[in-house]
């Protein structure tokens, strides 16, 4: 079933990107805040762009209502999952915003960005683990053909690049230059340890 893969090979996508972050905090801006804080910021404008705005909706507006109708028992399921969506724009929002305040103001607001980092990583890998243990095994059993080519069409429509979707000139730029610029081992750049 197409829209399986796509889910999982974007959650794959997504769950590498959060947990990329971490070694970045950890490495902090050493003598390169520039470097650093551009990679984050890009970094969350990737979630930001994917998973609020093309990955969730397809599964809130499409496959949550196909489960509810064929497997009732999943709404407290679904309740939370469409919860963590409302979410999960305004997290990644105010990310953005406290990361921006470090830059700005300095180091007395990293640990309020490191720690919302933090909570936000966890939250978000809880939401894809809940999916992928209680959701998609129910659509494998429930779904019909005719649902399933359905949800094949819109899920394949707007896959994310960096789980198999189409190319797109803007996003390879901006996947290119998290990589480069990223110190391993999130992408190839050099290390932003002061010397």
């Known amino acids: 079933m197409k829209t399986l893969r796509i889910i999982r090979d974007e959650h ?3 769950a590498a990107m959060l947990r990329s972050l971490q070694p970045l905090l950890d490495q902090g801006p050493g003598d390169e ?5 551009d990679v984050l910021r890009a970094m969350l404008f990737y979630i930001d762009e994917f998973p609020e705005k ?10 949550f209502p196909k489960l509810v109708r064929k497997a009732p028992e999943l709404m407290d399921v679904i309740h939370k999952l469409e919860g963590d969506h409302m ?5 990644v929002r105010e990310l953005q915003h406290q ?3 470090w830059e700005l103001l300095g180091e007395s607001r990293r640990g309020e960005f490191v720690r919302s980092a933090q909570d936000y ?5 809880e939401h894809m683990r809940l999916e992928e ?11 019909d053909e005719r649902e399933w080519a359905e949800l094949d069409r819109a899920f394949e429509a707007t896959r994310d690049p960096l789980a198999g979707g189409m190319a797109d000139p803007g996003y390879d730029r901006l996947f290119t230059r998290i990589v480069r610029a990223a110190p391993a081992p999130v992408g190839v750049g050099p290390s932003l340890q002061r010397a």
Do not use: M, N
């Open 99 to 101: 990361l921006l305040a």
């Open 54 to 63: 093309r990955h969730h909706p397809k599964e809130s507006d499409l496959l």
């Open 133 to 143: 243990t209680q959701l998609l095994p129910a659509a494998e059993r429930v779904l």
């Open 121 to 125: 990583v966890r939250f978000y890998l």
């Open 33 to 37: 805040p520039e470097r650093f804080f």
């Open 87 to 91: 979410q999960g724009e305004y997290r």
């Open 12 to 14: 794959a996508a997504v």
